[in-house]
């Protein structure tokens, strides 16, 4: 038997997101975003479904935290709706919005767990989206401004801010692969998307700097792990590729200042280039106190010639499957966070989403989701193993305190330790809700 120890200041949370949970879509002056948009156009959702409800954590916030007290985590990270504290995105502030996610944040700290506030996880209100969205550079200001509601209303109660929550999905699988909000398929129009999510989150870093708001700021890319099938140069070429549309492309701007070449070049080569002004590389590039992490899964893969945006393609490496179709790969969990540790230098980084979805099944009153702890506990073994190699690593969030609104796939999708019946919404802690509140409780585990 061997015992997993973890640091005794080791941060241990849980994650969720706005447009995921809350529900009260139209509640209380908040506007439209465009995931409300895109969610109530058929056809963009699996049973046309949308997060007009979602949990109802908006009605619910008393018995959600309750669930985060017992469950004894010391982080929460949340997000804001954009929309629900300024509806039209600029302008008038809507103050019972705003007074809800006081309400959430005087709750935790009432209850000793530190909120880790994320700004933006996708909601872009709509009305900015009619004026062109993320292509549109005003949208920028238009996110400072937004942030610095925020800074200026919870400054000294929120000490753990995120700019951006997965830019890769808010701007190349929303508007490339078009499987989210809003829905384009233009390659040019994701890449002008990424650089105005990179430009806004460096401006929000310099706001935050300007304003000296307490605590620490930094973002939370996703990232994936392609493991080369082989040693020629093709397949690890091809691999670096398909990694660097995650890594590279949104962390070589912010700590090295610049894009990658190897990716800028194969992109150019397509006619694609960066809407790229003065002095754009140096707002970006602003110091961040932390890097988020979201990891998921990763993939054994290869050169294949005309095979996608980066001529790679993924090989069944015969490994489990979670039921978001995703290969169980924690090794390439430990291969990312080593890559990162040496491309960027040991910067403080937290994992801000590792999680796995399961069809679970409400038997007797219990959820029985004994491959979600097995899922955990590979990874918090492969994180343990980063924490041997030095890498700097502060702290954990499972996605998702609850089962939610899982975007395309609805409520098909269930990523939660807390199952949610959508009928009646009653929640129910699954057995790895009560693993989770073991290991925060003891700080380790054995295998
Ligand atoms: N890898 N190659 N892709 C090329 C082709 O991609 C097609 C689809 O791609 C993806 C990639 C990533 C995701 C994803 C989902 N979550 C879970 C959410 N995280 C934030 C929180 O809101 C959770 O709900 N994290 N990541 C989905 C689809």
């Known amino acids: 038997?061997?015992?997993?120890?973890?640091?005794?200041?080791?941060?241990?949370?849980?994650?969720?997101?706005?447009?995921?949970?809350?529900?009260?879509?139209?509640?209380?002056?908040?506007?439209?975003?465009?995931?409300?948009?895109?969610s109530h156009t058929p056809g963009n959702i699996i049973d046309d479904e949308n997060g007009d409800v979602a949990c109802d954590s908006y009605h619910r916030l008393d018995e959600d935290i309750a669930l985060l007290k017992e469950l004894?985590?010391?982080?929460?990270?949340?997000?804001?709706?954009?929309?629900?504290?300024?509806?039209?995105?600029?302008?008038?502030?809507?103050?019972?919005?705003?007074?809800?996610?006081?309400?959430?944040?005087?709750?935790?700290?009432?209850?000793?767990?530190?909120?880790?506030?994320?700004?933006?996880?996708?909601?872009?209100?709509?009305?900015?989206?009619?004026?062109?969205?993320?292509?549109?550079?005003?949208?920028?200001?238009?996110?400072?401004?937004?942030?610095?509601?925020?800074?200026?209303?919870?400054?000294?109660?929120?000490?753990?801010?995120?700019?951006?929550?997965?830019?890769?999905?808010?701007?190349?699988?929303?508007?490339?692969?078009?499987?989210?909000?809003?829905?384009?398929?233009?390659?040019q129009l994701a890449v002008n998307v990424a650089h105005h999510l990179l430009m806004a989150h460096g401006k929000t870093v310099q706001a935050f700097r300007e304003l000296a708001v307490e605590g620490e700021i930094g973002y939370a890319p996703n990232v994936t792990w392609l493991e080369p099938y082989s040693r020629k140069s093709e397949d690890m070429e091809a691999c670096r590729r398909g990694n660097g549309w995650f890594i590279e492309w949104f962390m070589d701007p912010v700590f090295k200042g610049e894009y990658p070449a190897f990716l800028t070049n194969w992109f150019a080569d397509k006619g694609i280039t960066i809407p790229l002004k003065d002095g754009d590389l140096e707002v970006i590039s602003q110091p961040v106190d932390f890097l988020g992490i979201n990891y998921y899964n990763g993939n054994l893969a290869r050169h294949k010639a005309n095979s996608g945006l980066f001529d790679v393609e993924n090989i069944d490496a015969g490994y489990d499957k979670t039921d978001f179709d995703w290969f169980i790969y924690p090794d390439g969990f430990y291969s990312v966070l080593l890559y990162v540790k040496k491309r960027?230098?040991?910067?403080?980084?937290?994992?801000?989403?590792?999680?796995?979805?399961?069809?679970?099944?409400?038997?007797?009153?219990?959820?029985?989701?004994?491959?979600?702890?097995?899922?955990?506990?590979?990874?918090?073994?492969?994180?343990?193993?980063?924490?041997?190699?030095?890498?700097?690593?502060?702290?954990?969030?499972?996605?998702?305190?609850?089962?939610?609104?899982?975007?395309?796939?609805?409520?098909?999708?269930?990523?939660?330790?807390?199952?949610?019946?959508?009928?009646?919404?009653?929640r129910i802690p699954k057995d790895s809700y009560y693993w989770y509140q073991k290991l925060i409780r003891n700080n380790w585990f054995t295998i």
């Open 344 to 426: 960027y230098g040991n910067i403080p980084v937290y994992i801000t989403e590792n999680g796995a979805c399961y069809d679970d099944v409400v038997e007797n009153g219990r959820v029985r989701d004994e491959q979600r702890i097995a899922y955990i506990k590979k990874h918090l073994i492969a994180l343990n193993r980063c924490l041997e190699s030095g890498v700097n690593i502060k702290g954990y969030h499972v996605w998702s305190l609850l089962d939610n609104f899982e975007w395309a796939y609805g409520y098909t999708k269930r990523f939660g330790i807390v199952h949610v019946d959508f009928q009646t919404l009653k």
């Open 1 to 38: 038997m061997s015992v997993i120890q973890f640091p005794k200041d080791f941060v241990w949370g849980v994650a969720t997101s706005a447009y995921q949970i809350e529900g009260a879509a139209f509640e209380d002056g908040r506007g439209p975003s465009i995931w409300d948009t895109f």
């Open 72 to 187: 004894g985590v010391n982080s929460y990270r949340f997000s804001v709706s954009w929309p629900r504290v300024i509806p039209d995105g600029t302008g008038k502030v809507n103050k019972k919005g705003l007074q809800y996610y006081e309400n959430l944040v005087d709750q935790l700290l009432e209850h000793g767990i530190e909120p880790m506030c994320t700004l933006y996880h996708w909601d872009l209100p709509q009305k900015l989206e009619e004026k062109g969205g993320w292509d549109n550079r005003d949208t920028i200001d238009a996110f400072v401004e937004y942030a610095n509601v925020m800074f200026e209303r919870l400054n000294g109660k929120v000490k753990r801010w995120i700019t951006l929550n997965e830019p890769w999905c808010a701007s190349f699988l929303s508007h490339y692969i078009g499987e989210h909000a809003p829905g384009n398929q233009d390659l």
